[in-house]
């Protein structure tokens, strides 16, 4: 069983549409999760991090985190073409600094 | 205030060769990590060091691969020799403590090609 799973996707929203994105992982241990973006040929750039359950927003962006079921998801609302790429979760372990990426979910937002 | 900065940003090299990443962290970061991109294999950290030592290496994939970090601003990676197995983007990341929290910030990436 991989550390972090995501679908890989793609998953394809039309504009204005809510994306929603879906990852789980293994260490019940884990205490800080994060939601990176990354553009073809770009560097991951951070846009959520979330630490305790609950939901946690930043503008059109939602994090929602339940440890118990080891789930984590990002909820984009009103997608955007400039959205389409690549949407990696990352876990961190026990201790927080050894950081567990998935694979990635690709998302293509349909004008 | 700069971010991350990596060169070169693009390496291309004959097997056998020595290679060399280079990495400056952002001011005031305390940690380093050090990834590899791949298509096949995802976003894999490879090693990671605090105020400058070395804590975790076991993604290191093999002897060829070293990493070091003189000061708190430069880390090298190095491969010897280098392998067409070894083309892949490397990442190189900075964060700073703050509690359990660990929100890193990446570099533009070296892209390296082993032919």
């Known amino acids: 069983q991989k550390e972090v799973e995501q679908n890989s996707g793609p998953l394809s929203v039309p504009e204005g549409a809510i994306a929603s994105l879906n990852c789980t992982y293994s260490d019940r241990g884990s205490q800080s999760f994060f939601w990176y973006r990354q553009y073809s040929g770009k560097s991951p750039e951070l846009i959520m991090s979330i630490y305790s359950n609950g939901d946690k927003e930043d503008g059109r962006f939602t994090a929602q985190l339940n440890k118990a079921s080891q789930y984590v998801s990002l909820l984009i609302r009103d997608s955007q073409p400039s959205d389409s790429a690549t949407y990696l979760c990352a876990v961190g372990n026990t201790g927080g600094f050894k950081t567990i990426f998935g694979a990635g979910t690709r998302l293509f937002v349909k004008a | 205030d700069a971010g991350v900065i990596q060169s070169p940003r693009h390496e291309v090299t004959e097997m056998g060769q020595e290679v060399t990443l280079r990495c400056k962290p952002i001011?005031?970061?305390?940690?380093l990590f050090w990834y590899r991109q791949t298509m096949m294999r995802g976003l894999e950290l490879l090693i990671y060091?605090?105020?400058?030592?070395?804590?975790?290496d076991s993604g290191m994939p093999e002897d060829r691969f070293s990493a070091k970090m003189p000061n708190a601003s430069f880390s090298t990676l190095k491969i010897q020799p280098s392998e067409p197995r070894d083309s892949a983007v490397y990442f190189c990341a900075s964060s700073w403590t703050s509690g359990v929290y660990n929100e890193q910030f990446f570099g533009p990436g070296t892209r390296l090609t082993v032919l």
């Open positions: 060091f605090n105020n400058n030592v070395p804590i975790d």
């Open positions: 001011s005031g970061h305390d940690y």
